[in-house]
């Protein structure tokens, strides 16, 4: 497995795992609009997930992480989360901030053991179902 950033070619593989992963998926314009955000990780020419990325001055967000359902829990998105950290090191982050849903203990799990820590609530953010958002944030 390789962390590269997206290429064009990436495009409709990252719009059917975002259909796979996420009831309320980003459109494929978007995508592709969205693209130098994108950082994938790819096994030869298959995509196995994503995660995009979004800076304001010192500021970044993880604005999604995803990894193919049927090949979750083998360590692809600590690999995707740890090359985002890097990346945001590298470049003189502040901080590393994301919501993720108040159900989902998984990806809590994965961004507390990388020293994330929970800062406030979002109610109602996520539909299908509703359900809020934890805000949490890495300071570097």
């Known amino acids: 497995m390789e962390i590269i950033n997206a290429l064009p070619d990436h495009i ?10 996420f009831e309320t998926p980003w459109p494929l ?7 130098e955000q994108f950082i994938v990780a790819v096994e030869g020419n298959t995509v196995l997930g994503y ?4 800076t304001v001055l010192d500021e970044a ?7 193919a359902p049927v090949i979750r829990r083998r360590g692809i998105g600590k690999a995707l989360l740890d090359a985002v950290i890097a990346r945001c090191q590298a470049q003189g982050m502040a901080t590393l901030t994301l919501e993720v849903r108040a159900s989902n203990q998984a990806a809590i799990a ?5 020293r994330f820590t929970p800062v406030g609530c979002r109610k109602n953010y996520y539909e299908k179902p ?7 944030t890495l300071v570097m």
């Open 110 to 114: 994965l961004y507390e053991n990388a």
């Open 61 to 67: 967000s993880l604005d999604k992480i995803a990894v």
């Open 130 to 136: 509703r359900e809020d958002a934890i805000i949490m």
């Open 29 to 35: 314009d978007m995508i592709s609009r969205l693209r």
């Open 12 to 21: 409709d593989q990252i719009s059917a795992l975002e259909a796979l992963c």
């Open 51 to 54: 995660a995009v990325l979004s």
